[in-house]
């Protein structure tokens, strides 16, 4: 799977849009991305993933570049409870030996 | 439906010692998943199953770590003898079928090794 890079942590505003970047530079063309988020003292909760087109669904929006060398989570309105650590990665689906491979990700901190 | 259950929530140990870990997955999830996560860092995958069957457990330290899903359902992790860098929380996930899309993680035990 391809290497991606987001800031170790990042703060927003408590009911302002949480704007989290990945680069992922070397991604192949059937790679897709996918975002996780690990709350404290819980496992990791899938959020979204896409491959080329921008995604939303009732928890977030993904936008891919159109060289898809990077990518933007936006959570369009954050709340205290969205404090969390988010990860990006990128993975081949339908392959039984691509497994989530998580880097460091981004801590985000929501304030009030 | 009803989550990935994982037993015990929390373990202190000595080292030296042996312990396991028990979890549950969604019903009829095919795939299931152990990782290790240590403090500070992303989850490390251990070992895939796909039903009773081992699909990948390249990063299994096999001197110490073993893990088995009889009959394709539940699964067992144990660690003999645990060792201080050991400590971490360890998660278990579930997905429908080999490379889903999504992955089902359970909340995790977290081991601590005296």
């Known amino acids: 799977d391809a290497k991606t890079t987001q800031p170790p942590s990042m703060d927003c505003a408590e009911g302002r849009a949480a704007n989290l970047p990945c680069n992922h530079s070397?991604?192949?063309?059937?790679?897709?991305v996918y975002w996780y988020r690990q709350i404290h003292s819980q496992g990791p909760q899938y959020i979204i993933h896409?491959?080329?087109n921008n995604e939303t669904n009732e928890m977030a929006s993904l936008i891919i570049t159109e060289d898809r060398k990077s990518s933007t989570l936006i959570l369009p309105h954050a709340t205290l409870r969205d404090t969390a650590v988010y990860y990006c990665?990128?993975?081949?689906?339908?392959?039984?030996?691509?497994?989530?491979?998580f880097g460091g990700g981004t801590r985000l901190m929501v304030k009030p | 439906e009803a989550g990935v259950a994982q037993s015990p929530r929390y373990k202190i140990i000595e080292k030296r010692q042996s312990v396991a870990f028990w979890c549950n997955p969604i019903?009829?999830?095919?795939?299931l998943y152990w990782y290790q996560q240590i403090l500070g860092q992303g989850p490390k995958l251990l070992i895939q199953?796909?039903?009773?069957?081992?699909?990948?457990d390249s990063q299994l330290p096999k001197d110490r770590f073993s893990a088995e899903r009889l009959k394709g359902v539940d699964s067992t992790l144990k660690i003999q003898p645990a060792k201080l860098e050991d400590s971490a929380v360890y998660l278990c996930?579930?997905?429908?079928?080999?490379?889903?899309?999504?992955?089902?993680f359970g909340s995790g035990t977290r081991l601590t090794v005296v």
């Open positions: 019903s009829g999830h095919a795939t």
């Open positions: 070397t991604i192949s063309g059937n790679e897709y």
């Open positions: 990665i990128v993975r081949v689906v339908g392959n039984a030996g691509n497994m989530l491979t």
């Open positions: 199953f796909q039903n009773n069957g081992v699909v990948d």
């Open positions: 996930a579930s997905s429908l079928v080999l490379g889903d899309y999504g992955y089902t």
């Open positions: 896409g491959l080329k």
